[in-house]
T-cell receptor
Framework: DQQVKQNSPSLSVQEGRISILNCDYT??????FLWYKKYPAEGPTFLIS?????DKNEDGRFTVFLNKSAKHLSLHIVPSQPGDSAVYFC?????????????FGKGTKLSVKP | DGGITQSPKYLFRKEGQNVTLSCEQN?????MYWYRQDPGQGLRLIYY???????QKGDIAEGYSVSREKKESFPLTVTSAQKNPTAFYLC????????????FGQGTRLTVV
């Protein structure tokens, strides 16, 4: 059973508007969350992270929100740019049985149209 | 420059042959990981290693083997027992027990012909 779920495989947004990518997780013990961006045929690159002691972390156009009670996090990109078109992976660090292990969602493909 | 390097970027092998994918990091990270990406499947963990001379199976370890003789290196062998080896393989490293991100290599596209 998936521990990290990104239920939207794709998202299309107009340039300049907000992109909201969602991620749900099942284990309330997870306490560190990351977003990665991936272009085709390249390795993922780290985008932004959030610890469970926070509910928001901002870095330029990117903001991650964490709702622990709902076990939900979201990535907001404002304003969206065509260069943001990529696959975005949500990941959690699983310190439970395998310290330092990362669990990834299946990704959401974002397309930003000019 | 510190980083993580995978080689080669593209690799072709004949069915029934073993092939080894290289992953090297100079970030002084203790933990290293191998993931496989298939279309629509996200990143699936094959093997990981928290420390030299120790490694653990991930979710899809069957048909793969690894070694961790040096901190910097974590090669992955795709054996002939792997039924669907054609995929994009990603190596990553991190410092476990710290809230820091993992760094990924650029990936190796393996095609079985």
């Amino acid at each position: 059973d998936q521990q990290v779920k990104q239920n939207s495989p794709s998202l299309s947004v107009q340039e300049g508007r907000i992109s909201i990518l969602n991620c749900d997780y099942t284990n309330s013990m997870f306490d560190y969350f990351l977003w990665y961006k991936k272009y085709p045929a390249e390795g993922p690159t780290f985008l932004i992270s959030i610890s469970s002691i926070k509910d928001k972390n901002e870095d330029g156009r990117f903001t991650v929100f964490l709702n622990k009670s709902a076990k939900h996090l979201s990535l907001h990109i404002v304003p969206s740019q065509p260069g943001d078109s990529a696959v975005y992976f949500c990941a959690v660090v699983n310190y439970g049985g395998s310290q330092g292990n990362l669990i990834f969602g299946k990704g959401t493909k974002l397309s930003v149209k000019p | 420059d510190g980083g993580i390097t995978q080689s080669p970027k593209y690799l072709f092998r004949k069915e029934g042959q073993n092939v080894t994918l290289s992953c090297e990091q100079n970030l002084n990270h203790d933990a290293m990981y191998w993931y496989r990406q298939d279309p629509g499947q996200g990143l699936r963990l094959i093997y990981y290693s928290q420390i030299v001379n120790d490694f653990q199976k991930g979710d899809i370890a069957e048909g793969y083997s690894v070694s961790r003789e040096k901190k910097e290196s974590f090669p992955l062998t795709v054996t002939s027992a792997q039924k669907n080896p054609t995929a994009f393989y990603l190596c990553a490293s991190s410092r476990p027990a710290t809230n820091t991100e993992a760094f990924f290599g650029q990936g190796t596209r393996l095609t079985v012909v």
